[in-house]
């Protein structure tokens, strides 16, 4: 009994002696760009460890604090107003009316999708036609450098550093860039995915053997697949109230973005 108390007494302090050094390798955060290079050079070895190769340990090199994602983070006033503002302000009636032609036009790919996936046009017609205009754009700042900053901001680290290390990783496979533009907060593609979601639920929707988010096909797939692995319910109403809606909630966090979705689907569906 004493060996193995020994033993045991071994064992758990080379298991705190880990911790400890993991923690003080932990890059540390900051609210200023002071500090920034350090953090990467810091925050490098926990992705190596994670298993980023050289490719995506480049992007995180060449990454620069971003200004301009840490204000917006700082400012996101749309989220607060009713939803009747909401919908006003984000053009609701041109998404549905928009919406409508694009699932009468493209009638086939998307019976294709509901069929695979399950999820009803209307639906991701509303979330294509809400997050970049239905494509016509797809953000202005360098996804790598945004999410990076934003693991980096001590505000929200830990619920943006998946979505670093997914950024990364999607260097690393050759679907995005160090360059590849997107949303203030990292954001890429058609649907605007975090990178981490990217990196899990991307879908080849074209076959080539590459998913690309800023393919409409691949990123349509990957949002459909997205939705049906949250535990999308296939013929089940997505409504408020009705069992889908707790899987549009997994989209977005804010409740008057989720409420907008909903409705206009439902009128593109319904159109």
Known sequence: MLQRYK????????????????????????????????????????????GVRQRGLNA???????????????????????????????????IVAQGRKRKARDAAFYASLENRFGVPAGVLLAIHGMETGFGGFMGDSAVVSAIVTLTYDCRRSDFFRPHAIGALRLVDNGSITARTKGAKHGELGHTQFLPGNALTYGVDGTGDGRVDFYNLTDAMASTANFLRQKGWQPGKGYLEGQPNFAVIQQWNAASVYQKAIAIMAARIDGG
């Open 7 to 50: 033993f045991r007494s071994v064992l758990a302090g080379l298991s705190l002696s880990l911790c400890l050094a993991g923690a003080a390798d932990a890059a540390p955060c900051g609210n200023t760009a002071d500090g920034f290079a350090g953090w990467k050079a810091a925050f490098a070895k926990e992705a190596a460890r994670e």
């Open 60 to 94: 995180l090199a060449d990454a620069t604090y971003a200004s301009s994602t840490i204000a917006a983070d700082r400012n996101q006033k749309s989220f607060r107003y009713s939803l009747d503002k909401f919908m006003q302000v984000r053009g609701a009636n041109t």
